[in-house]
């Protein structure tokens, strides 16, 4: 099957009969849902970039199992220049998106099952590589958007899985069948996953042998019978139920999660990829997150450089882009946002070959660049609403401004400089708040702190990767020091 279209993807969702939750209601046509839409829209920007022949090359590449061509986002990496693409190729959706394109889990789940499988199989004689290729390819040659579901919602976080008062708060095997698997639990904060044609599943942390239950990783599809999704809140959501483009901000993109709920659901033997060895649960964990994390070295990007490009014209609307002040922050933004770019590239540029043969990211500077997502974009954020202004969170609504009596007023006394409508100033405004506090700062802001893990789980990774032991030698050796 050739790659598909924007428009292919988009009604291709619309055939799957998917089970979705909001507001203590059904959603019975999720596709054209005014709060659900934007999220889609996010991801089809995906398809047509693939189309696009100035793109082509960043986002499609030809896959080493088939010969043919495919999406970037199904790809499994060959080389150190795949991992530096990828990080490229999240740079120009966030760019083109300013939000959360929803597809990099699905892309690092493929990578790191791949390697782990690999590894399992070596050891145990099983099937599980096998099974992943199959269905890896099925993906790729039907062009498929997957999610990767790994963030269990783990309960008391003093005690492991099996210990949980609830043994349902880490998703796990309940029953064994010839034919396959049944499993029970959650996956939370589940980005993308109503808009996703095939969910990946992953065990969220390191387990030990009691853990044999919990240690399972399979995909299903999302009409799959007794799975089904509870989408999130998000700060200002309703506003786009009021038709109203320039107070949502950002009308035509954007990104929702949903707590996904596994109700005994039926796992068949060819879509299983760990099955109770728990000393491969913790491989599986690492090796997303590294990707995970790489990941964030280019779509944190792309969407800060929106940001920054807002903040800059915003200062240019309220006539203060002359301001040294004004000058400095969009320097350091700049700067805040190319490091993180940095360590996406660098990690890329030092990656290895796994024992499969895919390519694997420096695990160290994959975490040090999104220790760095933890931090810079907040300041990023807060500079932007600094050069804003307050009248970012204080303005009135779009009906006000198109009200025969209160719109002159809105009009009159909302202007900056003169050659600047009030409506684009009120326009760029309600983008910097959205991106800033808004919906889209579910993918930016807040997602900067804990996608991909917390920064404590950097932080632990840090130490483990960073060979402090090897730096006390070269200082002992420099000081001349015996022991």
Same mark, same amino acid.
């Given at each position: ?31 054209? &849902? ?49 991992? /530096? ?6 740079? +120009? ?19 790191? *099952? ?17 099974? $992943? ?17 790994? @963030? ?45 044609? *095939? ?22 599809? +999302?009409?799959?019978? %007794?799975? $089904? ?27 929702? #999660? ?16 760990? &099955? ?60 805040? &946002?190319? @490091? ?10 030092? %990656?290895?070959? @796994? *024992? ?7 695990? +160290? ?19 932007? *609403? ?14 006000? $401004? ?42 930016? /802001? ?36 015996? #022991?």
């Amino acid at each position: 099957m050739a790659l598909m279209t924007g428009e292919e993807y988009i009604e291709s969702i619309r055939k799957i009969n998917m089970e979705i939750y909001m507001f203590g209601e059904k959603v019975e046509n999720p596709v054209d &849902n005014p709060i659900l839409r934007p999220s889609l829209n996010s991801v089809r920007m995906t398809y047509d970039l693939a189309q696009d022949p100035e793109h082509a090359d960043l986002m499609t590449v030809t896959s080493p199992f088939t010969g043919n061509k495919i999406n970037r986002f199904t790809h499994i990496h060959q080389s150190t220049d795949d991992l /530096r693409n990828k990080v490229k190729m999240q740079r +120009l959706c966030g760019q083109k998106t300013a939000a959360c394109f929803q597809r990099c889990v699905g892309m690092d789940a493929f990578n790191a *099952e791949y390697s782990t499988t690999y590894e399992v199989d070596k050891k145990y004689g099983t099937n599980y590589h096998e099974n $992943f290729k199959k269905f890896m390819i099925y993906c790729q040659e039907n062009d498929l958007t997957v999610d990767g579901a790994m @963030t269990d919602p783990k309960g008391d976080r003093s005690k492991a899985p099996h210990a949980q008062e609830d043994p349902d708060l880490y998703l796990h095997v309940v029953e064994r069948r010839p034919d396959g698997i049944v499993v029970r639990g959650a996956k939370a904060h589940q980005t993308g996953i109503c808009n996703s044609h *095939e969910v990946i599943v992953m065990p969220t942390i390191s387990m030990g042998p009691d853990d044999k239950d919990y240690a399972v990783s399979f995909a299903v599809p +999302l009409d799959t019978k %007794g799975l $089904f999704m509870i989408i999130g809140r998000q700060s200002c959501d309703t506003r786009k139920l009021e038709g109203s483009p320039m107070d949502v901000g950002n009308s035509e993109f954007g990104g929702v #999660e949903a707590l996904t709920i596994f109700d005994d659901v039926f796992v068949p033997n060819d879509r299983i990829f760990l &099955n109770g060895e728990t000393e491969y649960a913790g491989m599986l964990v690492e090796r997303f997150a590294g990707y995970h994390r790489q990941s964030y070295g280019g779509c944190k990007v792309g969407v800060g450089d929106v940001l920054i490009g807002a903040a800059a014209v915003a200062a240019e609307y309220n006539g203060a882009q002359k301001a040294s002040h004004v000058k400095d922050k969009l320097i350091e933004m700049m700067h805040l &946002n190319e @490091t993180l770019y940095c360590c996406g590239i660098a990690c890329s540029a030092e %990656g290895y070959p @796994t *024992e499969a043969g895919n390519y694997m990211i420096d695990l +160290l500077l994959a975490n040090v660049c999104k220790q760095n997502v933890t931090r810079f974009p907040y300041e990023i954020v807060r500079l932007a *609403e600094d050069i804003a202004g307050g009248l970012m969170v204080t303005a009135p609504s779009e009906k006000d $401004f198109r009200d025969p009596k209160l719109g002159k007023y809105v009009d009159k006394y909302l202007k900056g400089v003169g050659d600047v409508s009030t409506e684009n100033r009120l326009r760029i405004l309600r983008l910097i708040e959205n991106m800033s506090l808004g919906t889209a700062a579910v993918g930016y /802001r807040t997602e900067s702190m804990h996608g991909a893990g917390s920064p404590q789980a950097q932080r632990i990774m840090i130490q483990r990767q960073g060979n402090l032991g090897y730096k006390k030698q070269l200082a002992k050796a420099i000081a001349h020091i015996e #022991e």
